[in-house]
């Protein structure tokens, strides 16, 4: 079992930062992927970026690359989430995911992700 919980969304203007937090516990995660993902009302749940815990492995959506930076804390079993130069339509709910699956690559795909976060709002206004 799994525990995953989010923490430091919120209100933010566009062009500002924030960074998201999701602190793991209930397994050892030498192994396994961590992704953030995110959903907007009425859209589906993409992928923002994702990290292998073993070898630091990342990958990251179209539309964030180059603005948003995924990174892990092993010690703490914490994955986090910096966003910088944050648009209007960045605003969603972000959720963190874990994938047990040791696959060798890193998945975009939210139905690969066996244990997910309650979620985290991010509001940014223009």
């Known amino acids: 079992q799994v525990q995953l919980v989010e923490s430091g969304g919120g209100l933010v203007q566009a062009g500002g930062s924030l960074r998201l937090s999701c602190a793991a516990s209930?397994?050892?995660?030498?192994?396994?992927?961590m992704g953030w993902f995110r959903q907007a009302p009425g859209k589906e749940r993409d992928l923002v970026a994702a990290?292998?815990?073993?070898?630091?492995?990342?990958l990251y959506g179209d539309s964030v690359k180059g603005r948003f930076t995924i990174s892990k804390d092993n010690a703490k079993n914490t994955v986090y989430l910096q966003m910088s130069s944050l648009k209007p339509e960045d605003t969603a709910v972000y959720y963190c995911?874990?994938?047990?699956?040791?696959?060798?690559?890193?998945?975009?795909?939210?139905?690969?992700?066996?244990?997910w976060g309650q979620g985290t709002q991010v509001t940014v206004s223009s």
């Open positions: 990290i292998s815990w073993s070898s630091g492995r990342t």
């Open positions: 995911a874990a994938d047990l699956r040791n696959r060798g690559y890193l998945s975009q795909k939210f139905y690969a992700y066996d244990y």
């Open positions: 209930g397994e050892t995660f030498s192994s396994y992927a």
